[in-house]
């Protein structure tokens, strides 16, 4: 079964960078594609961004444009999360996931998860 574990997260300060990995194991013929959401405490999961595992296209979603990149390494089923620029906001538990994108980014069936990294900007 797929299986994804995340490292990276760190306390940092405000302004300051982290880089997210997360690396797969055991993924599917179906699975073509990974993302990044968080969670904060007393707040709704929110979609970060996703990649087709190829490497062929990706999306950052706005709360996170121009601060943010999302890139990956076929060789090794790993995918990292850049974040420039952080504040207080960005603080929260950061989940990678898995799934099946047949219609397109945006449209992912996301199917594992991995138990989260936490960042918290200060």
């Known amino acids: 079964h797929v299986q994804l574990v995340e490292s990276g997260g760190d306390s940092v300060q405000a302004g300051g960078s982290l880089r997210l990995s997360c690396t797969a194991s055991?993924?599917?013929?179906?699975?073509?594609?990974m993302g990044w959401f968080r969670h904060a405490p007393g707040k709704e999961r929110e979609r970060i961004a996703e990649i087709y595992t190829d490497g062929s296209a990706s999306y950052i979603y706005d709360s996170v444009k121009g601060r943010f990149t999302i890139s990956q390494d076929s060789t090794n089923n790993t995918i990292y999360l850049q974040m420039d620029n952080l504040n207080p906001t960005d603080t929260a538990m950061y989940h990678c996931t898995a799934g099946s994108a047949l219609y397109g980014l945006g449209w992912a069936d996301w199917n594992t998860w991995g138990q989260g990294t936490q960042v918290t900007v200060s």
């Open positions: 055991g993924l599917t013929p179906t699975t073509n594609v």
